[in-house]
């Protein structure tokens, strides 16, 4: 099984917070730069975990 690591962040000046696969995320909304609030480990498998129904 393949482990991926997905940082999870907030954008401060958008008061957004998002999910991201990549190394360096960026805002979905304003594009710039976040802070990385934490950055789990998830197992392949559980890539589709927020979209089943
Ligand atoms: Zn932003």
Request: one cysteine or more.
């Amino acid at each position: 099984m393949k482990n991926v690591v997905m940082a999870h962040w907030f954008c401060g000046d958008c008061d957004v917070e998002g999910r991201d696969f990549a190394a360096e995320p960026t805002c979905w909304n304003c594009g710039g730069d976040v802070t990385v609030t934490a950055r789990p480990t998830v197992p392949m498998d559980h890539r589709a975990a927020d979209g089943a129904a």
